[in-house]
């Protein structure tokens, strides 16, 4: 008997669940795209989108997913040849220096021990090396989806600072921001990449790119650069249309406004506040399932598991049989697992539009789907859940 008849619900780590008040504002018929209403509101999201990245920079459009916003921070502040340090705890930011090396540019990783985040101390030790500067960029991810590990921005850059090296330091938020703790300006970051799909609450299409100074004056050097993502086009455009290189994304800029300012509504500390709450719930339901042999954590410090998303290795347990019966037989949607952990881990998505009853929701549905398969447990991660967010309840 199958009991998914009802609203589903779908606990990946993004798309993430969209507020009916975007969804509502999205809904609307085409406007005059050259003037008007469209034009206002298109400068009023640009002016907003900064905020949330905490820095005084300007942002780029990309009409994209986050792979694009990847290539259109690339594309405008490298060359040919140049060599970036990938620094990988999971499986993203490989991903964004694979998709650069197509362009041409040189990449090298170094890597986090697994489950862990980046060490900045290795990173200073790598760029103490480079005595000739040969590196000209750094990139790496704030969360890493696959993992669920949460990398120190703020003490990668002071590594970077103690060594006194000059790369460009480029930073994916796309599974943070609005979620996690982010200041760019504050942290030294030259470049800061974002998505619509995640903590921003609106359906994948947009990326963003903030550029430092120090990125501006790359992009005038760089070789990279392309008709489409060009900055130099969209920062002194000639008509608004340049700004998005063609038609403007009009139901994306509609929601993207009304997912601001439910952001700046709540308050973007306690949007923090509130995904920390959620994040520390997940984990105390998962010390209640926790087995050796079945359910564990991939992210193996405790203090850089990720607020947005956690990621969990089941063992000698089928992770794919545990979604499937979460899914087709209960109607929640988990996240697969990736990068090695195919039918070994599942994720649970804890990002955006979310409060307790949704989020025990899905805790209550997968625990159900543990003793439908016999998985032992500790005990009952739901009541671990409820006690951890009974601490935070105002009564």
């Known amino acids: 008997m199958s009991l998914r008849h009802g609203r589903p619900m779908v606990s990946i780590p993004g798309p993430s669940v969209i507020p009916d008040r975007v969804l509502s504002a999205m809904h609307r018929p085409m406007p005059n795209i ?207 249309y340049q700004i998005y290189c063609g038609t403007p994304p009009v139901q994306h800029l509609y929601g993207m406004r009304e997912a601001l300012d439910m952001l700046f509504e709540e308050g973007l500390e306690q949007v923090w506040a509130r995904h920390r709450a959620l994040g520390e719930a997940v984990r105390a339901a998962v010390s209640m399932w926790a087995v050796p042999g079945a359910l564990g954590y991939v992210a193996r410090d405790p203090d850089a598991r990720a607020n947005s998303v956690t990621t969990l290795s089941t063992g000698e347990v089928d992770a794919d049989e545990l979604r499937r019966v979460c899914e087709q037989q209960a109607g929640l949607t988990l996240g697969i697992g990736l990068e090695g952990f195919e039918g070994r881990a599942f994720r649970i998505g804890h990002m955006g539009h979310l409060n307790p009853p949704m989020l025990l929701g899905t805790l209550g549905t997968i625990e159900a789907a543990l003793h439908a398969m016999k998985v032992p447990m500790t005990g009952s991660g739901v009541a671990g859940a409820a006690r951890s967010l009974g601490g935070v309840l105002e009564v």
Request: charged share 20%; glycine share 8%.
């Open 34 to 240: 050259y003037e008007g209403d469209l034009i206002d509101l298109s400068f009023s999201v640009l002016d907003d989108l900064p905020k949330v990245a905490r820095t005084s920079q300007p942002v780029f459009v990309s009409v994209s997913n986050g792979h694009g916003a990847w290539d259109m921070a690339t594309s405008n502040t490298l060359s040919r040849g140049d060599l970036v340090l990938i620094l990988e705890a999971g499986r993203f930011a490989g991903s964004w220096g694979s998709q650069a090396a197509v362009s041409g540019i040189r990449t090298e990783t170094l890597s986090a021990v697994p489950g862990y985040p980046v060490d900045p101390a290795a990173v200073e030790e790598r760029l103490n090396a480079d005595t000739g500067h040969e590196i000209a960029a750094i990139l790496v991810v704030q969360v890493d989806t696959a993992t669920s590990v949460r990398n120190d921005i703020a003490a990668i850059r002071r590594a970077i600072d103690a060594a006194g090296h000059p790369a460009l330091f480029m930073v994916d938020c796309i599974a943070s921001l609005g979620c996690e703790p982010y200041e760019m300006d504050e942290w030294g970051v030259d470049v800061t990449v974002a998505a619509t799909q995640k903590g921003l609450m609106v359906p994948p299409g947009l990326g963003f790119v903030w550029a430092s100074d120090k990125a501006m004056a790359a992009h005038e050097r760089a070789d990279l650069r392309s008709g489409h993502w060009d900055w130099t086009a969209r920062r002194t455009p000639d008509a608004h």
